[in-house]
């Protein structure tokens, strides 16, 4: 079992500026493209930042306006080239990243989306948010294969065809036995690890037993 990788997903043919492109210019192209970021790119194609619509609406946001109560942000530089208003360093991943592990960066370093590099740091697509969750329009009948074949048949001591799995919208339901029941922990665990997969109920006989015991206690 494996997650689908950046590659699978990203967008290969990336609209790029350098440090030197101007503001309108910048603009322009997000209007153009429908996108709502650039990486800025180096003279060897490597990216050395990110220009996004929030770097530049900062610009919008200064503006003198007479009409409004809300204070301007503090004076800063004029900042009118990519190189200026770009977000810097930029975070990047590569084609071979799963998609878990990809999503994981943007969490963490608070980001919409990440160049994708070569082996040599070069830009070679762009993976944005919207492009990983792509994975949960993933089919149900493709979710339910996977977790009868790739999980339940590679858990030793499982029987599939001793467990019923349900797939409605990525939402998972197990039914039936699991056996030995120490490895229902393990089963749900891949089963969650599935490309596409929302959530996963357990109500095998196990989870009957344990549901019956608690509420009797």
Same mark, same amino acid.
Do not use: Y
């Given at each position: 079992?494996q997650?689908?990788? /950046?590659?699978?997903?990203?967008t290969?043919?990336v609209?790029r500026? /350098? ?8 603009? @322009?192209?997000?209007t153009?493209?429908?996108?709502? $970021? #650039? =990486?800025v ?6 990216p050395?930042g990110?220009?996004?619509e929030?770097?530049l ?6 503006q003198d306006?007479t ?9 800063? =530089?004029a900042?009118v080239?990519?190189g200026q208003?770009?977000t810097? =360093?930029?975070v990047c991943? @590569? ?5 878990v592990?990809a999503?994981?960066v943007?969490?963490?370093r608070?980001?919409?989306r990440?160049? #994708? ?8 697509g762009?993976v944005s948010r ?6 949960f ?7 339910? @294969?996977?977790?009868?074949?790739e ?6 001591? /499982?029987?599939? $065809?001793? #467990?019923g ?6 939402l998972?339901?197990?039914s039936? @036995?699991?056996?030995?029941?120490e490895?229902? =922990?393990?089963v ?10 929302v959530?996963?109920?357990d109500?095998t006989n196990g ?9 009797e206690?």
């Open positions: 079992m997650h689908q990788t /950046v590659k699978d997903v990203m290969q043919e609209v500026v /350098v440090p030197e492109t101007g503001f309108r210019e910048i603009v @322009t192209l997000l153009e493209f429908d996108i709502t $970021a #650039v =990486p790119v180096d003279v060897d194609d490597r050395v990110v220009v996004s929030a770097d609406i900062r610009t919008q946001a200064a306006d009409e409004s109560d809300l204070p301007a942000p503090p004076p800063g =530089p900042a080239t990519a208003l770009m810097s =360093p930029a991943t @590569t084609p071979d990243v799963s998609v592990a999503a994981r943007m969490a963490g608070h980001v919409k990440l160049p #994708v590099v070569d082996g040599h740091g070069r830009l070679v762009m919207s492009d990983l969750l792509r994975v329009l993933r089919d149900d009948k493709a979710i339910r @294969t996977e977790i009868v074949e999980v339940l048949d590679d858990v030793p001591g /499982v029987s599939p $065809a001793a #467990v799995v349900e797939v409605q919208q990525g998972v339901v197990l039936g @036995t699991i056996e030995p029941p490895v229902v =922990p393990l749900l665990r891949l089963c969650r690890a599935v490309d596409g997969v959530s996963v109920t109500r989870a009957l037993a344990r549901a019956e015991a608690a509420s206690s």
